[in-house]
């Protein structure tokens, strides 16, 4: 006969369950990497539930199963803050964003400054507190002095743990954060409730609003919430010197904090991150309505205090929003210079921003799968700053029918050659040397003013030079005639002498423009002038190993091994054969050139104000030259400061610094008495 093991008591089993579906929330919402599927979760959440209904003596008050909500309140209470709940200071752009750098600098005068980049996500911010490492209660913002008390909804968050992790849980902590619904689950709750027959809701953060000021619970739970910490209130017996140290001590105690954090000692090291976040918003599947900027040492943020209304030591990045809902009529594709397909979504044309929207980049395979759209959906359309259009959710309870999910071509839609998807990425690429569509974007970018700078080659004359097969190389570019170019629609003789001779200086440009106009992937203007101005000339370069290259300041191991590789391919020696028989100069330029004892060598040098005689682009580009650092902002580190009309704070900073200030005309002299 068979032995049974005997059944586990049932406090042991609701305890092991417990204990399993913690980790599983830990891993879910903290990690973002879940290891059970939602319907094994739910099994184990309705056992767990079934046994404490069995055994109601056993259920504990931090039970998961309180998530699914309790008898409906009477009515809200009002809760006296702690530590008051203060705003923060707003700023609308990067120069707004640069004077909060310079007050703070004032502030801390000579000290080393750390700054943290957040999210600011668009919901609804609360304080919640932990007291022996028990949830015992969350209150709304409020008025910042008092709030709401919405424990019993805020117990109804899966992501948020009702007893923190670990043996060692401070005495007490107040963690303030955001309660936010992340778009695809605003999705599908206006799919269920336009089936039951009421109105949709309009975006997340009216739901996330209403729904944790809801009297039951119950409702609440179903609108399935999210928490991320980003701050700290009254706490015992949690000690952090900066803030991201106190993200990561709360992250260990199973508390979600807001993703991509990230810590700068470097200003404008900051602002180009805060630049790359604004681009890849339409990443996330939570509203962002901007980034906050903060100082990261507590200690550093005691001295600067606070205003009666703000903390000095945080700013508000905020991006103004524009959103409109319009129908998709159509998903094309766009092929890039090196050979991306771009899916992008054809529109009922839209007023956005004061524009008309006709078009929204789609970006990827893996967002249109991420976010079900399909031909013929109503979407939702958001402009954020200044970046294009593109598509937050799918209005999935207006959709008629149930139209097909959007197949990717397999072929290239220009020269029908097999595309390819990126090793571990969410790109897909025609990798054919033959497709037209690839060449012309080559071609347009190659004559940009950043690369050779051949004026009149714009792009509708580039589409006839190709469509017509005139110009299928760059060694065709340089061997067009005056006859050839007479040959095209609308091409009259001075356009084409123009243009001619705009080829023919091109091939003096220097070896900077050079590497940026032959579209290597991941070499753009900064990479190319710094493996211009190491190498010399493109010989120097073309010999080097792979570890030489790499070992180039700022030029990485992913960067070096493109450069190489371009370079040992067929396709990338034949171009080089063309531009040499062509006669460019693949050599560095004056341009390209610094000199080590130059006028301004190694100086940094500042530039503000509205210039007269260069541009911002021009200027900075001969202090280079001369051997200087163009630097954006003034610390006691900066040399000079050329200061234009409306000069503003950056002369104001540089005066008290003691810098020397120069005009457009002291700097024409400096450079005329010694010129590189």
């Known amino acids: 006969m068979t ?13 092991e369950l417990t204990r399993q579906i913690r980790h599983h929330d830990h891993q879910y ?27 109601p003596q056993l259920a504990a008050a931090d039970s998961p199963t309180k998530r699914l909500g309790d008898a409906p309140l009477e009515g809200l209470v009002q809760v006296q803050h702690r530590v008051p709940m203060l705003s923060i200071e707003n700023t609308y752009t990067e120069q707004e964003l640069r004077n909060f750098f310079t007050r703070i600098e004032k502030l801390l005068p000579g000290e080393i400054i750390e700054w943290v980049v957040e999210l600011k996500v668009d919901g609804v911010a609360v304080s919640i507190r932990y007291e022996q490492g028990l949830l015992v209660q969350a209150v709304t913002r409020g008025n910042g002095e008092v709030g709401d008390d919405i424990t019993h909804n805020i117990r109804t968050l899966r992501g948020l743990p009702q007893r923190l992790l670990g043996d060692s849980v401070p005495k007490v902590l107040e963690v303030r954060g955001e309660i936010y619904m992340t778009n695809a689950d605003l999705v599908t709750l206006n799919e269920q409730r336009t089936k039951a027959g009421d109105s949709e809701f309009k975006n997340t953060r009216n739901v996330t609003a209403g729904s944790i000021r809801l009297l039951d619970s119950k409702i609440c739970s179903q609108r399935r919430l999210r928490f991320f910490c980003h701050g700290i209130g009254f706490c015992e017996g949690i000690n952090a010197r900066t803030h991201m140290e106190f993200l990561e001590r709360v992250r260990a105690l199973g508390v979600p904090t807001t993703p991509d954090v990230a810590c700068f000692a470097d200003k404008e090291a ?16 939570f509203e962002v309505d901007g980034l906050v900027v903060k100082v990261n040492s507590m200690e550093q943020r005691e001295t600067l205090g606070s205003t009666t209304k703000c903390p000095r030591w945080v700013i508000a990045y905020k991006i103004e929003k524009y959103e409109a809902v319009t129908q998709l009529l159509d998903i094309k594709t766009q092929i890039g210079k090196t050979g ?8 009922q044309p839209v007023e956005l921003a004061g524009t008309t929207v006709s078009r929204a980049s789609l970006h990827n395979i893996e967002e249109i799968e991420r976010k079900d759209i399909r031909v013929g959906d109503w979407v939702v359309v958001e402009k954020a700053g200044k970046i294009i259009p593109h598509i937050v959710r799918v209005e999935k309870h207006r959709r008629e029918g149930e139209p097909p999910p959007y197949q990717f071509p397999t072929n290239c839609p220009e020269c029908s050659s097999l595309l390819v ?54 060694g065709d570019l340089y061997s067009l005639t005056l006859d050839k170019l007479m040959s095209l629609d609308r091409m009259g003789k001075k356009s084409a ?15 900077t423009r050079v590497l940026n106009a032959i579209s290597i992937r991941h070499v753009g203007q900064r990479v190319a002038q710094i493996l211009a101005r190491k190498f010399g000339h493109l010989d120097a370069l073309i010999a080097a190993d792979l570890e030489t290259i790499g070992n180039t300041n700022e030029i990485g191991p992913v960067i070096a091994k493109s450069v190489a590789d371009y370079f040992q391919s067929e396709d990338g020696i034949e171009v080089i054969r063309q531009l040499r028989e062509a006669g460019v100069s693949l050599q560095t330029s004056a341009e390209d050139a610094v000199n080590a ?3 301004f060598a190694g100086k940094t040098v500042v530039v503000t104000g509205s210039l007269n005689k260069y541009s911002r682009d021009e200027i900075e580009r001969r202090i280079e030259q001369l051997g200087g650092r163009a630097a954006s902002s003034v610390s006691k580190k900066t040399d000079f400061l050329i200061a234009g ?18 005009t457009e005309a002291d700097f024409d002299a400096m450079i005329s008495t010694k010129s590189p």
């Open 421 to 474: 998807r990126d090793t571990q990425g969410v790109y897909i690429r025609c990798v054919s040397k033959q497709c037209p569509a690839q060449w012309r974007q080559r071609l347009r970018y190659f004559a940009t003013r950043d690369c050779m700078d051949i004026e009149g080659l714009g792009e509708k004359l580039v589409n006839q030079l190709v469509d017509g097969n005139v110009v299928a190389s760059y």
């Open 497 to 511: 002498e123009n243009l001619l001779d705009g080829i023919e200086a091109s091939k003096d440009r220097g070896l």
């Open 3 to 15: 032995n049974i093991p005997a059944p586990l008591p049932a406090e042991m089993r609701i305890a």
């Open 645 to 662: 009309e409306a000069a503003g704070t950056k002369l104001e900073k540089a005066q008290s610094l003691g810098v020397t200030i120069l």
């Open 29 to 55: 919402y903290v990690l973002a990497a879940p290891s059970i599927s939602d319907l094994e979760y739910d099994r184990l959440l309705r056992e767990l539930s079934d046994l404490e209904r069995e055994f």
């Open 597 to 599: 004892s130059g006028t």
């Open 340 to 347: 991306t397909v771009t899916p992008v979504g054809e529109l």
């Open 270 to 285: 900051t602002i180009a991150h805060c630049n790359r976040l604004v681009e890849n918003l339409h990443e996330l599947d």
